[in-house]
């Protein structure tokens, strides 16, 4: 299993993290202090990218993939209002995040991406397309 490489970052826009150069995190230097934690793994069959993001329902999330860009957005807004004999009290909460990855051009087959969100982690799984699985050995015969 492969695992997160962190790089040092020169210069402000360059980007961030790679996963072995296949994983592209776009969200940069200051940003990335307001976002949610990020695991990228991999094994034979799959990518699998696990956000750390609790306090939110599955409707808050927004995810989608155009031209190689992985995207996940999500969005919570809450109003809590208290009214008692001679005053109210109104409390409004709003968090979002967006975290955009590059993916691999051509690594990824799209329409069997699965996603859950349970205990507060987002889990994708993205297949690799079967023009990127390991292939097994061959043996070869001596004739």
């Not at 957005?73 to 109104?90: D, I, Q």
């Not at 990824?108 to 205990?119: D, H, K, Q, V, W």
């Amino acid at each position: 299993m492969k695992t997160l490489v962190r790089r040092p970052r020169n210069t402000w826009n360059e980007l961030p993290l790679t996963f072995d150069d296949l994983f592209n995190d776009w969200n940069s230097g200051s940003e990335r202090s307001h976002l949610p934690a990020v695991n990228i793994s991999e094994d034979s069959d799959q990518y699998k990218v696990e956000v750390n993001a609790p306090g939110f329902s599955k409707e808050d999330f927004r995810i989608h993939i155009e031209n190689n860009t992985l995207t996940i957005y999500v969005e919570k807004k809450l109003e809590n209002e208290e009214k008692a004999e001679k005053f109210t009290r109104k409390e409004f909460e709003y968090r979002s995040f967006e975290r955009s990855f590059k993916l691999p051009k051509d690594h990824i087959n799209e329409t069997n991406i699965s996603a859950n969100y349970e205990s507060g982690i987002l889990k994708l799984g993205l297949p690799k397309a079967e023009e990127v699985k390991p292939k097994p050995a061959r043996v070869i015969e001596i004739a």
